[in-house]
């Protein structure tokens, strides 16, 4: 027979597994809940209309690509692609050089100067730009950037600027000075100091925020909308947004041609997420 304790231990192994595996169910089902929407999405994207709305949630009978051929074309998606990538790749290596510069500045010369510029900045994080929506209008008119790729750019870059300064700095922080009195020391100067030794030690907060920068440059609606007017020069999201009408929206178009913005992000986020992991693990190590 088992003894009293023994009997306890057993006990309590009992209820440990028994609340893991409700709290495991409890999980899955959570899990499929989110993942229904996504599985509506992709499952009437292969169907045909009748099929839809004869079952919503059934499985297709037959696969059928014709709304992806037919989304493809509505949308002109090589041009469109070519401009949303352009804007992607543009901003996001173009914020990822001044946030880095700035923050370097910000976390390595300390005074009441600095300090007075970053909260400066970070005020941009707590002040959407939108509110200056007219002002940044009449802004880029004078400039003569509406209607061009160019001020689609711009405006990214500086509105993704003071999120990106904010956490470059708190990781420059704990990167050893003393790694940068060391190549003072050798010769080195300030400029060849940090793209030398500091920044290729910025590689798990960089490869982070370009993902992030990515996705939200990538699903920006609103800065397209507001500087882009001609059809050539449109992006993915405001293709979409042309199948919704009025009175009606184009399901049987709507609904592959956001599978086929999304696709990118995807295969994004597939080749990229060991470096956001190991960016998200070292900063939590080092704060």
């Known amino acids: 027979m088992l003894s009293n304790q023994a009997a306890r231990s057993l006990s309590y192994f009992k209820k440990g597994v028994k609340g893991d595996l409700i709290l495991e169910a409890i ?49 002109n998606y090589p041009n469109v692609f070519k401009n949303n990538l352009i804007i992607a790749v543009v901003s996001v290596s173009g914020v990822i050089l001044i946030s880095a510069m700035a923050a370097y500045a910000f976390a390595r010369r300390p005074g009441k100067l600095f300090n007075w510029i970053f909260v400066s900045i970070l005020i941009g ?13 009449r802004v880029l008119t004078n400039l003569h950037l509406t209607d061009t790729l160019l001020g689609v750019i711009l405006v990214e870059i500086f509105v993704s600027v003071p999120f990106n300064v904010f956490l470059i700095k708190n990781f420059i922080n704990s990167v050893p000075i003393q790694l940068e009195e060391s190549a003072y020391i050798d010769g080195a100067g300030i400029w060849k100091t940090f793209w030398r030794i500091t920044f290729p030690l910025l590689q798990p907060v960089i490869a982070t925020l370009a993902v992030l920068d990515s996705l939200s440059v990538w699903n920006d609606f ?32 709507f609904f592959p041609m956001m599978i086929l913005g999304v696709a990118p992000l995807v295969i994004l986020y597939l080749f990229m997420q060991r470096f956001i992991v190991e960016g998200v693990s070292t900063g939590a190590v080092k704060g």
Do not use: C, H
């Open 27 to 75: 999980l899955i089902i959570i899990a499929l809940i989110s993942l229904l929407p996504i599985y509506y999405l992709v499952n009437t994207t292969v169907r045909t209309p009748e099929q839809v709305i004869a079952s919503p949630f059934g499985f297709p009978e037959q696969l059928d690509f014709s709304g992806y051929v037919k989304a493809w074309n509505m949308m």
């Open 125 to 137: 994080v707590i002040m959407p730009y939108q509110v200056a929506t007219i002002q940044l209008f």
């Open 222 to 253: 609103f800065t397209p909308l507001l500087i882009l007017q001609t059809r050539a020069k449109g992006v993915i999201l405001l293709e979409v947004n042309r199948n919704v009408g009025q009175f009606q929206t184009d399901w049987t178009s």
